[in-house]
């Protein structure tokens, strides 16, 4: 298959497909579904194969260690990333949500401060406020297109109650690719403030040729006793059902800390989810993803070319992710007649830029991990939506 053949989601209990009319008002039978950050692609074939073989077998009984997920762990950081991570390093949650929380449930009290730097992906917020911990928002600065850190501004906003920094690399929502100078001030940051770093990476692998990606911990390796790195193969190769994330952790205190909680809640990765990350960590899965992005750059091209051809919209330009970061503010309107009007004439489901934070506001976050029609489609909806401004 390729990446523009379309494959029919709706009635298979997608959230994404399945719940935009109750959480967006946009009706199922005509809408287009473009918020949460999973793509329409059937995942590579090297990783489907592994689930037929998984199939043939048929007996899906306990499971008993799996060094050989380890090690394909290991060969893709190394491959990928120039990375050397040790296959011991590589803890396993059931996801990277369930890995934040983890982190803040080991290393944080209720009532500590967490710091995010916003806007950023939804869940960090959520996710602490649920552990009962305080949210501490840093603004990102805005230069020109793009996003900077402000940390002398985040450094204003401490009290001494703060444990730890969830850190997006990559960017999300805005897509930015943090530098290794940006990298080691953020580190740097943690270090005087006593601070954990919980370094997302979700998004490493979906990252533009003229941009590199370069983990936490290889562009501040003086952050090991202090950081935990968090990867998956969820977004990469559209598995995140499978409910299995990487916590890469190097520092033997940390581990050991992360190790004892897994122990104590009984937690073991599921076998079919580790097979098949095992065969995604792969020539044949780096193939796929780098075939992936190719088709990425061409949706990105179209979105970027319709959205900005609309006057008082403008789509940020984006280094990694597959989700494009689009700013309203040019049209003058408010977040609800924005909406409103994507809502009920474009019939799009999109994620507000609100939820992710200070900064949000004026913003839209598209999904374009899809089909190439379903991209001029969703251009042509919104061209005709916001048509009054051309």
């Not at 306990?62 to 290991?74: G, I, R």
Request: charge should be negative; hydrophobic fraction near 40%.
């Amino acid at each position: 298959m390729t990446f523009d053949e379309i494959i029919e989601r709706r009635g298979t209990h997608s959230s994404k497909w399945d719940k935009m009319e109750q959480l967006f008002g946009v009706p199922q039978e005509d809408g287009l579904s473009m918020w949460t950050a999973d793509s329409d692609f059937a995942t590579a074939p090297c990783v489907r194969d592994a689930v037929r073989r998984a199939a043939d077998l048929g007996v899906f009984g306990y499971s008993w260690e799996h060094p050989e997920y380890l090690n394909a762990v290991s060969w893709w950081m190394k491959t990928r990333h120039s990375w050397d991570v040790d296959p011991d390093w590589v803890l396993t949650s059931q996801g990277l949500g369930n890995a934040i929380a983890l982190c803040l449930d080991i290393w944080s009290n209720p009532g500590d401060g967490i710091l995010i730097f916003t806007p950023v992906y939804h869940e960090f917020a959520l996710k602490v406020n649920k552990a009962g911990r305080k949210v501490v928002e840093c603004p990102l600065a805005r230069d020109g297109d793009s996003y900077v850190l402000d940390l002398d501004d985040a450094q204003s906003r401490l009290t001494g109650d703060e444990k730890t920094i969830l850190f997006c690399s990559p960017q999300n929502p805005s897509g930015r690719v943090w530098t290794p100078e940006e990298l080691r001030a953020v580190a740097e940051f943690a270090e005087r403030n006593d601070l954990l770093l919980v370094s997302d990476e979700i998004h490493h692998d979906l990252v533009y040729a003229e941009h590199t990606h370069v983990p936490t911990a290889v562009a501040a390796p003086e952050s090991i006793s202090r950081l935990v790195t968090l990867t998956a193969a969820s977004k990469t190769f559209n598995i995140a059902g499978m409910r299995t994330g990487n916590m890469i952790i190097a520092d033997p205190d940390l581990r050991a800390a992360m190790r004892k909680r897994l122990s104590t809640l009984d937690y073991g990765p599921a076998s079919l989810g580790v097979d098949m990350i095992t065969a995604a960590y792969s020539p044949d899965g780096a193939e796929w993803v780098d075939a992936q992005l190719q088709h990425l750059v061409k949706n990105r091209a179209i979105f970027d070319a319709g959205i900005n051809a609309i006057p008082g919209l403008k789509s940020m330009p984006l280094q990694s992710t597959y989700l494009a970061w689009v700013d309203f503010t040019g049209t003058g309107m408010s977040h609800d007649d924005v909406i409103a009007r994507i809502r009920d004439t474009a019939k799009i489901a999109v994620s507000p830029g609100p939820a992710f934070g200070t900064g949000g506001e004026g913003f839209q976050r598209f999904n374009l991990a899809t089909q190439g029609a379903r991209v001029e489609d969703a251009v042509a909806r919104m061209q005709h939506a916001f048509s009054d401004l051309q």
